[in-house]
């Protein structure tokens, strides 16, 4: 039971056009079952792609909706969810299709840096962006959280792979999305 996949690939496309709305993503422990056996709820999505729906979706009243305990086995990809800002300056679709998958740029309102987040139904997919958004001149240190080589929304949705390197406007990024999965990146502009 849950929403399939595809959902959250619907929602830039329909309840948001119109504004804002309310949604609360990270979650990182997926499975209801592990609090109570009996429960067959599942999210369906892996954790990289809870962490992309922060900026997939504009949500400027923002909260980490998963218990503390769970962020605290895993505060390396909780991280982001510190890093990531609520509101923002200006958006980009870097590509797109109702249903199926977006990858959405954002600028810190206020600030320099920028957040990307890339998400996918149930199919797997593999998309390379262009950093053509960062403005010339600048270098950032890009912070990428992305599905481990395993992941899968439905049979192992937990791997995260962090890596971090330097970029700048022009580059192009490599992105594999897990079926259900999703990618996050911070770019944290350098002084």
């Known amino acids: 039971s849950g929403n399939p996949p595809e959902h959250e690939c619907i929602l830039p496309f329909t309840r948001i056009l119109g504004g804002p709305m309310d949604y609360t993503p990270g979650i990182f422990e997926v499975r209801m079952s592990t609090y109570d056996p009996k429960k067959a709820e599942v999210v369906h999505t892996t954790v990289a ?3 992309a729906l922060y900026v997939t979706l504009y949500s400027p009243l923002q909260m980490a909706a998963d218990l503390p305990e769970n962020y605290e086995k895993r505060l390396d990809v909780f991280q982001f969810i510190r890093d990531v800002p609520v509101d923002w300056d200006d958006t980009r679709i870097l590509n797109a ?3 199926d998958y977006i990858t959405t740029a954002r600028r810190q309102k206020g600030a320099e840096n920028w957040f990307v987040g890339s998400i996918t139904d149930e ?3 593999d ?6 958004f960062l403005p010339a001149g600048k270098t950032y240190e890009a912070t990428v959280y992305a599905d481990g080589p395993d992941a899968h929304w439905k049979d192992n949705p937990y791997p995260v792979t962090i890596r971090k390197q330097t970029v700048r406007k022009g580059d192009v990024m490599n992105l594999k999305l897990a079926a259900g999965g999703g990618c996050a990146i911070s770019l944290i502009a350098n002084q």
């Open 97 to 99: 299709e109702v249903g």
């Open 127 to 132: 998309f390379s962006i262009s950093l053509d």
């Open 123 to 125: 199919n797997p997919r």
């Open 49 to 51: 792609k809870q962490l």
